[in-house]
């Protein structure tokens, strides 16, 4: 669905990690594998850091290309990073979303906190008042 790219590096026994859309993520690891998983969540936590900040986060590439190292973002992250970036361009609080939505200040405060664990219905709602209907772009099989 969504993917950052990470360079790999060779530096001893491990690899160095870092990604080119975030300037903050460096990491390590002991093994290729290894190494993607640590460049996942350090992206993760670049990502959260932002938001944290009220900083911009980078959109991710919808599609990767045949060449380069590449990490899938999980849904719900990359929804509640594009809730956040679409909040952030139309000027909006987290206040004003709460007003929208008729929430409470902390229902609105989970939108935004990667590690909590929220609904596609709320995602939709928080989409849906900010005037951005949720859509997805997956085959669906013909009837056989």
Known sequence: MAWYEVTLEPDG???????????????????REASRRNGLDAILQAIA???ADGEAI?????????AGVFV???????????LYMILREQGRTRAELMRMLGWHRE????????DHNSTLDQL?????ALGVPLRFD???PAAA
């Open 124 to 128: 939709e709602k928080a989409f849906a």
């Open 138 to 140: 997956v085959p669906f």
């Open 13 to 31: 026994d491990s690899w160095l990690v870092t990604a080119p859309a975030f300037e903050e993520v460096a990491t390590f690891g002991d093994d």
């Open 49 to 51: 850091g932002r938001i």
């Open 107 to 114: 229902q609105v405060d989970r939108l935004f906190r990667l």
């Open 72 to 82: 899938e973002v999980p849904l719900v992250v990359f929804l509640k990073s594009a």
């Open 58 to 66: 980078p959109p991710p590439i919808t599609e990767t290309p045949g």
